[in-house]
């Protein structure tokens, strides 16, 4: 089972910067790994899905990597704006089993 | 498609009472899964279907926690009884056995007092 961490808990920035989110799993066995957001009590919208050969994913302002052999994903947001405040969840999944492990998120506020 | 469809969005129940949450795939998945989410432990999956057989119900809390999926457009899971602590949101998510991802439903946030 993979077992996953997102590394900052929370984090504030200003309009307009750039950031980068990272996701740790212990499984290298990965099948695929999946970012979503969360808006406040909402459900999860998917954001990118990176399969096990691939490097990663972009749409728009944003970009995920996988790095199989560190165990890490990182999330990069360009030019952040206050509508990308949310919590951003990183999710994994193994070969030996195809349900997704989720970390507990990162909270992230974007001020004017 | 509509997505993943759950039912109902919100349910306040008495302790000790039943409650069956529901849920419909997306059209043509074959996987499906059902996690629940609180505060202090994030989302847990709870038991996952793959072509209506569960595959893994280790998540499943306790006895009191069943999951079924009749027919591959439906699953329920039925809290019985249900107690103050199974306060949470209930996500239903499914995907296909390809390379796509996960879809989630909008939740089910149940209240147990």
């Known amino acids: 089972k993979q077992e996953v961490t997102q590394i900052p808990a929370a984090l504030s920035v200003p309009e307009g910067e750039n950031l980068v989110l990272n996701c740790s799993f212990t499984d290298s066995a990965i099948y695929n790994l999946q970012w979503f957001r969360q808006d406040p009590g909402k459900g999860l919208t998917s954001l990118l899905l990176?399969?096990?050969?691939?490097r990663e994913q972009t749409s728009g302002r944003l970009n995920a990597s996988l790095d199989k052999s560190s165990g890490r994903s990182t999330l990069y947001i360009a030019a952040s704006q206050p509508g990308d405040s949310a919590t951003y969840l990183c999710a994994a999944s193994s070969n030996s089993g195809y349900a997704l492990n989720f970390g507990k998120g990162t909270s992230l506020l974007v001020t004017p | 498609d509509a997505g993943v469809i759950q039912s109902p969005r919100h349910e306040v129940t008495e302790m000790g009472q039943e409650v069956t949450l529901r849920c419909k795939p997306i059209s043509g998945h074959d996987y499906l899964f059902w996690y629940r989410q609180t505060m202090m432990r994030g989302l847990e999956l709870l038991i996952y279907f793959n072509n209506n057989v569960p595959i893994d119900d280790s998540g499943m809390p306790e006895d009191r926690f069943s999951a079924k999926m009749p027919n591959a457009s439906f699953s329920t899971l039925k809290i019985q009884p249900s107690e103050p602590r199974d306060s949470a949101v209930y996500f239903c998510?499914?995907?296909?056995?390809?390379?796509?991802?996960?879809?989630f439903g909008s939740g089910t946030r149940l209240t147990v007092v």
């Open positions: 998510a499914s995907r296909d056995g390809g390379v796509a991802g996960y879809t």
């Open positions: 990176i399969q096990s050969s691939q």
